[in-house]
């Protein structure tokens, strides 16, 4: 199974998983939620021990699980940090959660290299080296997931803040319908899903986007590379601003801008063939990509209180997964000539996501309802706030 292959299957299985963290996180707790997930990353990466037996199933069966488990554990973020952490602090713990998780997809990536030679001719050598790397990834589940099972708990002895007190446990289809009425909510979740489904359509098409230009794979590796890691740097950087309610909003539309303005200078360097220059403007993309994940977080759960921060964090990536597979096909289609042109609409397509993103960001009034209930003000979640 490819990379391509494990994301898309990430991907499609993102909308039942938020549906399933919901159901874990309300009707049962938060504990559950996180046990559940140790369990299924667990028999995923076990199931992949049984390759040498039963060969390509093993690794269907093990990323179905762990492609289940992945939105439990991002949506869990903030409602771990909701439950447990003060609102001074909440922001700051939301973007170190988010960031660990970030930090685990690039270490997934770059471990298997240091002990699989992909250069080994030897299937039965091969086949040593891949159980001895599944080997070494259940051990670690299983050691998280002992840990979770006597260390974890589900809540503090008493709540940290007053709209962690006073939040409301909703079915999934009770805080569904809720959601679809608070126009400011539907408005972030437009924002942040296109955004999401621009990285990713980009992303997943890199190689096809940039070869019309005279690129090669080395370079589109170099450009995930730098994406990646800007990403994460943005995600670190935020901080100050994750953390003060009122510079959310500044923080999102400021990303905002230089996403937009950085990716058509990037294509505009594309065609020129000034690779330093395309290095640079690919950095403050993705810097800014990764900014946005950790405010987004935190803008839903302010304008979507008093539903649970899970399930508004949930909607966003289950809607950004869903659009970025549309995305995805899309770019796919237009790229599929192999020539100029193609790559040409491709970029406008890309361009066009992050635009509509970028004004549904600066629209929104984004009313801070979840830090009014901290000061005891309280506001129905589906009244519009100037």
Sequence with gaps: MCIRDRTMMVSLLFVPGSVLSNYMFEQKSLRAGVLLVGLFNLLGTGSRLAIDKIGYPS?????????LATPVIINGTTKLTGDWFSPASRGIFTTISLTAN???I??????????VNTNELDKKVIEQQMFKLNLIFTIICLVAFILAIFLFRSKPPSPPSLSAAQRETKTFWESFKRSLLNKEYVLHLGAYALNSASFNGFSGVLSQLIRPFGYGDADAGSIGVILNFSGLLGMVLVMPLASRPSSLRFGAISMGIII?????AWQRIIAMNLKLAMFVAV???????GGVWPLSAELASEVNYPISEDFSFGMMGALGN????????????LLGTGDYHGSNRAFITITVFLVISFILFLVNKYPLRRLKAESGQNEDSTKSVA
């Design 283 to 289: 950095f403050f993309v993705g810097f800014c990509f």
């Design 106 to 115: 690039i270490l997934g990536y770059a471990v298997p290299g240091l002990i």
């Design 102 to 104: 970030q930090v685990g």
């Design 322 to 333: 869903f659009l970025g597979i549309v995305q995805f096909g899309i770019l796919s289609h």
């Design 260 to 264: 937009v303005s950085g990716f058509l």
């Design 59 to 67: 690794l269907v069966i093990g990323q179905f699980f762990i492609g």
